[in-house]
């Protein structure tokens, strides 16, 4: 089953508006999650680093007031999208790492199709 | 610019081929490198891993090829079926839980019956 759950899966919103996105892991803790944008027919590109009870990393060109990052708990972390626009519309994926067997892997959300109207 | 890139955008093939999807990294620090599998709509899936201290790992129908001295990466899919088409994506990082994974552009694998 997933250890990381995602939700919303689906979101359209007005713009103008501001979207949660929840990002959880469901049976460890993870201290850093990490979210990425994807466009379509393009990868996966990194957004920001988010880190349990401190402030987020975010990559070169992520406006860090448009993107809030939230990660109050070792199970939790969020991603607001600020005043939305339609140039926002996107993929968004969230992932957290978990030490395993053979070292650190790594697992995804669901993801989260973001449509602003 | 990125880190990790893919030779080819698009591959198509016959069913039963087997395919060859292939990766190129810069970071020659990454010591984690994977191969993720994404269908429309959906998060990447994981496939296979492997380490920098290994050159060859195989799972069930696919085999990973790393070339730390050229800095190549590959995925190798035997017997590839309709259902394996896909985009596919390598990734790479370091192997701490605080390390994000980097990822190539994607290769979109079409199999045809």
């Known amino acids: 089953g997933a250890v990381v759950s995602q939700h919303p899966s689906r979101v359209i919103c007005k713009s103008g508006t501001s979207v949660k996105i929840e990002c959880r892991s469901l049976?460890?803790?993870?201290?850093?999650m990490f979210w990425y944008r994807q466009f379509p027919k393009q990868s996966l590109m990194l957004m920001a680093t988010?880190?349990?009870?401190?402030?987020?990393?975010?990559e070169q060109g992520v406006e860090k007031d448009k993107f809030l990052i939230n990660h109050a708990s070792l199970t939790l972390s969020t991603l607001t999208v600020t005043s939305a626009h339609p140039e926002d519309s996107s993929f968004y994926i969230c992932?957290?790492?978990?030490?395993?067997?053979?070292?650190?892997?790594?697992?995804f959300g669901q993801g989260t199709r973001l449509t602003v109207v | 610019g990125e880190s990790v890139g893919l030779h080819l955008p698009t591959l198509s093939v016959q069913e039963g081929d087997n395919s060859i999807i292939n990766c190129a990294y810069s970071?020659?620090?990454?010591?984690?490198f994977i191969w993720y599998k994404q269908e429309s709509g959906k998060g990447p899936q994981f496939i296979i891993d492997?380490?920098?201290?290994?050159d060859k790992r195989q799972g069930q129908r696919v085999t990973v090829l790393l070339n730390k001295t050229v800095k190549h990466l590959s995925l190798q899919i035997a017997a590839t079926q309709p259902g394996d088409s896909a985009v596919y994506f390598c990734?790479?990082?370091?192997?701490?839980?605080?390390?994000?994974?980097?990822f190539g552009k994607g290769t979109t694998l079409s199999v045809s019956s």
């Open positions: 992932s957290a790492r978990r030490a395993g067997t053979h070292g650190t892997e790594a697992f």
């Open positions: 049976d460890f803790q993870a201290t850093t």
């Open positions: 988010s880190n349990e009870g401190s402030k987020a990393t975010y």
């Open positions: 970071n020659s620090a990454s010591d984690y």
């Open positions: 492997i380490r920098s201290n290994m």
């Open positions: 990734a790479e990082s370091g192997n701490q839980a605080g390390t994000a994974l980097i």
